[in-house]
């Protein structure tokens, strides 16, 4: 049985691609906490790799009110994470937290793809 519809293949995708990266419940209730501190509602957690480091790639996590060609992104509870398709391969099934212990306090990025990562944890390869 097919199903025959006027709308064009543009009409149908209303939504721009998703990713693979997770951002946790904690990660999100802080971006949150970021933002309504800052006043803003039209920023977007962008997510991404770029050649640095002593390891080959770093991250770069931070608030972008834009939205480029080839984006791809993903809902959690109300906070948009955005990562450009060239960095979505490197990223695929990272999870990123927040953590607020003694030891460490910040956003931290599991990343399953990185095969290994220099000692301070600021880059990957």
């Not at 997770?22 to 991404?48: I, N, P």
């Amino acid at each position: 049985m097919s199903v025959e519809t006027n709308a064009s293949p543009a009409e149908l995708q209303t939504e721009a691609p998703a990713h693979g990266v997770v951002l946790t419940d904690v990660a999100a209730t802080k971006v949150k906490s970021l933002l309504e501190q800052e006043g803003r509602d039209d920023l977007r957690l962008r997510v991404g790799v770029q050649p640095g480091g002593c390891s080959g790639l770093i991250y770069q996590l931070y608030f972008d009110e834009r939205t480029l060609d080839g984006d791809l992104v993903r809902d959690f509870d109300g906070v948009e994470v955005v990562v450009d398709r060239m960095s979505s391969p490197y990223l695929e099934g990272a999870t990123i937290d927040f953590a607020d212990t003694i030891e460490k306090q910040g956003f931290t990025i599991d990343n399953p793809n990185a095969g290994s990562s220099c000692a301070c944890g600021d880059s990957f390869s």
